[in-house]
């Protein structure tokens, strides 16, 4: 019967909007990205963790990002966060993620979209009772997504907490 099968059923998946030219600079970022990852920190023990990274757009000036982490002898869900990113045509970037630990992070920075680049640092650590600055990098290298993590707390000055690296999907 001609028609038949395409009504009742869900939609097929929407078209993908036009890239909001504020986001142009960042589309190296657009996408899945997942890998594996180390972290520490002076209070803490070293860990390793896999990890899957999504940016994604809405023809918005806008990127929003989501993070899961786990561990990877078990697959056991660990950390994850998530937010959107604004970069800005003077190569500014403003950045806002919720943490599943409760914590908000408003950060700033600045992106370089030809050695793709991203540099962010916390203007605001909200409901953390230890972490007071968290400053992130971001790289592209030869396809690769790398980035470094670095924290500080009421007891320590700004130190290694997170490094990985992950491929695109």
Do not use: C
């Amino acid at each position: 019967m001609e028609g038949e099968g395409r009504s009742g059923g869900p939609p097929g998946p929407a078209p993908q909007p036009p890239l909001h030219p504020a986001v142009a600079p960042l589309s190296f970022l657009l996408g899945r990205w997942r890998g594996e990852g180390e972290g520490g920190f002076p209070t803490i023990n070293s860990f390793r963790y896999g990890e899957e990274i999504q940016f994604s757009h809405s023809g918005k000036p806008v990127i929003a990002y989501s993070q899961k982490t786990w561990k990877l002898a078990s697959g056991e869900p660990m950390h994850s966060e998530s937010g959107y990113w604004r970069p800005k045509p003077d190569g500014a970037i403003e950045v806002v993620l919720a943490q599943s630990t409760g914590i908000v992070e408003v950060q700033k920075g600045t992106y370089d979209a030809e050695k793709k680049i991203i540099k962010l640092k916390s203007e605001l650590v909200g409901n953390a009772s230890k972490v007071k600055e968290i400053t992130r990098v971001f790289e592209v290298t030869n396809g690769e997504l790398s980035y470094i993590v670095q924290m500080a707390t009421l007891l320590t000055t700004l130190q290694p907490h997170l490094k990985a690296t992950l491929a695109k999907l």
